[in-house]
């Protein structure tokens, strides 16, 4: 199994730098790859890409979806995996990935906790165990078998937001989705950078459009209204709800 990991980036440096050598660091002894498809970072993120030893690939679109799309095109691996820059996936992932797909599972996940003592946010981590798809979303960090991914036409890229929850919703409709009982550990910024009530109430909002079948860029209109610090709607931009 050739695992390639990949990660969407738009200025990343610092999360990056702690993450490239953890994932290098507890992926040895396996077979593997680590894709940056970065949106022109202006802060030095492709410098931090090469200077890991990790392969760039430019995107010049500042859309997720386009960026995960462009790293699975790169990639050589019969099994993705899309990680986001601000998550960190347990030491065992690759171990985990490799067992779970000898198993027979084609798609999966994990669980995850903030790196917050938040009372709430240790409410809103404790669901992320539960299939709902309002419970699922890209801070989990998600693999899959390429075959499948390609089947499934990657991610659309019509949705500028919930580009994951759409392709989980198509997904499984012919796969089951796998939650892995290990917590991936997911940064709080945006709940530091806002309140915890305002960030519920922009996700609960954004994914009830979703299930009308709002058009992408009026949810993404509507979400980055509710956010009221500029560094959390510039950060938005590169990042799921969760």
Do not use: H, K, W
């Given at each position: 199994m050739l695992l390639s990991i990949i990660i969407p980036t738009l200025n990343e440096t610092e999360h990056l730098c702690r993450l490239l050598p953890y994932l290098r660091a507890n992926a040895q002894g396996y077979d593997f790859e680590i894709l940056v498809a970065d949106?022109?970072?202006?802060?030095?993120?492709?410098?931090?890409?090469l200077e890991?030893?990790?392969h760039l690939v430019?995107?010049?679109?500042?859309?997720?979806?386009?960026q995960m799309n462009a790293g699975a095109r790169a990639a050589r691996g019969d099994v993705l995996y899309f990680v986001h820059a601000d998550t960190v996936p347990p030491p065992s992932f690759a171990r985990d990935i490799e067992a779970e797909i000898a198993a027979g599972t084609?798609?999966?996940?994990?669980?995850?906790?903030?790196?917050?003592?938040?009372?709430?946010?240790?409410?809103?981590a404790y669901f992320t165990r539960f299939q709902y798809l309002w419970c699922q979303g890209g801070d989990k960090t998600f693999f899959i078998l390429r075959?499948?991914?390609e089947q499934m036409g990657g991610y659309n890229e019509r949705f500028v937001v919930m580009e994951e929850y759409d392709f989980l919703r198509r997904a499984k409709k012919h796969y089951p989705?796998?939650?892995?009982p290990k917590d991936a550990l997911v940064s709080a910024r945006k709940y530091e950078h806002n309140s915890w009530?305002?960030?519920?109430?922009?996700n609960a909002g954004a994914f009830t459009l979703f299930r009308l079948g709002t058009e992408p860029a009026r949810i993404k209109r509507f979400y980055y209204a509710c956010l009221k610090h500029p560094k959390a709607a510039?950060?938005?931009s590169s990042s799921n709800i969760s």
């Open positions: 949106a022109m970072s202006t802060d030095g993120t492709p410098e931090i890409v890991q030893g990790a430019p995107c010049q679109l500042r859309n997720r979806a386009a084609v798609m999966g996940c994990y669980r995850y906790r903030f790196d917050s003592p938040s009372r709430l946010l240790r409410i809103n075959s499948a991914f989705l796998r939650i892995l009530l305002r960030v519920q109430l922009a510039a950060e938005a």
